[in-house]
């Protein structure tokens, strides 16, 4: 985020859960109908029989044949690129490389039984932890996999890697070629398109509120339009944007707009009246009205006036007035109410405008970065003045630290993502590493029973192999009971047909289209048992064999499913459970340890800039992560998901409290000349007293939250803290007492994080009441018990 953002708005705890992907089905049996699965299908249907010609009846080389084939049905099937003709054509190109340097490495592991399994943990953790680059990167790490688990297992020395790359690159041009030239028309970037119609949709609703004609319809199409985003946001197990400055811009854009949105049907709703706020409060949410509508003209490819400028004076106009307010404790409170919530208003709004020229382009994020701390090292009291940029030090406040180093939390497209999610708490990096064990276990045992399909121990260990025991296993069950159908199947067929390859090459394109079709429109066990058929069908063309083909699968995938479920017996077995509740208890306490660091800093208590921001950051992003992995697994929940939501939102209203307590308008430090003088000792110590109190509260949540010790002790009883009732720590005694401004900030901002904080803990207690409870028993037993 380019500018601090205020977390307070209980619209958080409204926040949608993960919706179920348009394409699921709505029940366990029902096939549901989709346009994108029918084209998916049709593609693989006209190129993966195509391909199966050409290798084995033309050319005449089984191994190219293999990897031809299942090279396509990965390409076209398995995995789903998205974004423009040219971001799917760069996808293809990029699974074809990465296919065939794992295909390389994994012919040549395959020579020794030992290197083969000592090669497969790296290579499969890497496969798997690059799906974190972004969601065209996941989409590829199947068929990658697939690339990798074939040359591994498969018989053949290092005289075949020229027929199986071979093999991997024609089904890789053909199947690139089938996606540019079958696919419904493109509906453009969803995303940018929701973001904008919110953008809008909150522009028009604040726009209303100033001239008094606000309706409840216009409330109500803010919140459908943010329900729209969030729904299509949260909607897949990862985020859906990549590493790039542009994705991770999206994105914070996205977050930002939803926060904007509870924000503002919060304050208007009973905490601002517009008509009868300060002038320049009013003229403060007009402008962020301007600067949202100008958010949503830029996502829809249009020139816009986005000015963080504009804005940033606004706001340091409404700030200024709070100087000269005096009079008794509830006009004061009442009047700093009303500024506080505008203010968080063009908080939101600025922060929102420099995310926005940074996912369109328009600037880069050191260009956004230098424009925002010229403009907090400014002092603007009046419209049309010079932004100075500082020259006693003060620009340092804004982004620097003492000793000057460059402070950039928000950096995190690249290199800093890839930091946040090198690390045990990560769910990328343990499913990472689980996944190559479990792949090495599956070629290991493969390799010592001597199958004769060696890789499809392996598949099976891959195609159920989840975040989770208890997941892994209920998948487990459904893979074998879809393959044993798929094999009765397969077998009818077979004997119905024989084995005469006229009727198999007509059966073949069948089985390809329901294959193609059935995932993500039917249930698990209906797609096991079509790629089955496929199996029986494509083997007996190339070796007739009969039904036996059927049978051998059956039990090399049982194989494969037994060794998934003991590597997640062995290896994190609660999964995403687990994670969530670590990285919970990590952004609290890091957000905690933030808060306490920004106060101090608004109070003009250190000199050192506060540097707890990139911890925080971090915290939530492995946070958010777990959540979706958790939220979208198959199974039941130990938890409540409106529990989890509302841990998981205090984590990050408290990050963006401490952020917008490190940077206030015209008031980053209580040194600004702005401030009119240095707040007095007294009334440091009273505002620092209750940051801490707070702080010690979300403390003691995380480590209510935290992973449970051996033996597993209740964790102490948390103590709210203390409700503010009075404005005498922000009274200044220095000169004639006065509100001092800063002052009725800080003291804002604690308000309104301490009045969320008894919310938190009922969850947290049943949280942690969960994770005392053993893994292995099942979510309603683990209720009772904790009931």
Known sequence: MTQQTVGHSAGLRQRLRPAR???????????SWSVPAAVRALRATLVVPAVLAVTFKVIGDPQMTIFAVFGAFGALVMASFAGTRRDKVISHFGLAVAGSVVLILGTLASTSDVTAVLVTVPVAFAIYFSGMIGPNAAAGVTPALLAYVLAVASAGGTSTILSRVEGWWLASAVSTIAVLLISPPSPGDRLRQS????????????????????????????????????????????????????????????????????LASETLDGHLNVRDADPADRDLIADSATELDAIAELLDGRQADVSLERLWRARSVSAAHLRALTGDPDTVRRVADQAFHAQAIGISASAAAGNALIATRRLDPDAVEALRRRLVAAVVPEPGAPLAAGGDGSDRAAGDDAGGRRRRYWRMPGSGL?????????????NSARGGIAIAAAVAVAKITGVQHAF???????????????????TAMRALAGTVVGFVIGAALVVGIGVSPAALWVALPLAVLVAAYTPGTAPFLAGQAAFTVVVVVLFNLLVPAGWKVGLVRVEDVAIGCAVSIVVGVL?????????????????????????????????????????????????????DDALRALLTEQGSKRI???????????????????ESLAGLPGLS????????????????????REAAEIAGFYDQIALEVARPGHPAAPPPAVTLPAAATDMQPAMCTIGSPHYHPVALWVRAHLTELASHSAALVGPAKRLAEVRRTPWWLGPRRARQDGN
Request: glycine residues 8%.
């Open 669 to 688: 430090a209580a040194r600004s000349p702005e401030a009119g003088h240095p707040l007095g000792s007294a009334v440091q110590a009273a505002l620092a």
């Open 456 to 474: 499809w121990v392996v598949l099976g260990t891959l195609s159920v192999l989840r975040t989770s025991a208890g997941a892994t296993g209920a």
């Open 21 to 31: 992907p348009p394409d699921a089905p709505s029940s366990w049996w029902r096939v």
């Open 195 to 262: 973001a904008a119609a919110l953008a809008r949709a909150l522009a028009r609703y604040l726009q209303a509120a100033v001239n008094g004609s606000v309706t409840a319809a216009d409330q109500e199409a803010m919140l459908g339009a943010k329900h729209s985003l969030m729904t299509l946001f949260d909607s897949t197990p990862y985020r859906p944007t990549g590493l790039a400055t542009a994705d991770q811009g999206l994105a914070s854009l996205v977050s930002l707009l939803e926060w904007s949105a509870s």
């Open 640 to 658: 409540d998901k409106q529990d989890l939501w509302t841990l998981s939102m205090s984590a990050l209203r408290l990050r963006l409290t401490a």
């Open 571 to 623: 290896f994190w077995p609660r999964g995403a459970s687990a994670l969530v509740g670590d990285n919970l208890a990590d952004a609290l306490s890091s957000g905690a340890a933030y808060l306490k660091q920004a106060a101090d800093w608004a109070l003009g208590l250190p000199e050192r800039y506060p540097r707890g921001a990139d911890d925080a950051v971090a915290a939530g992003i492995r946070l």
């Open 418 to 430: 890839i930091v946040a999610d090198a690390s045990v708490r990560s769910v990328w990096f343990r």
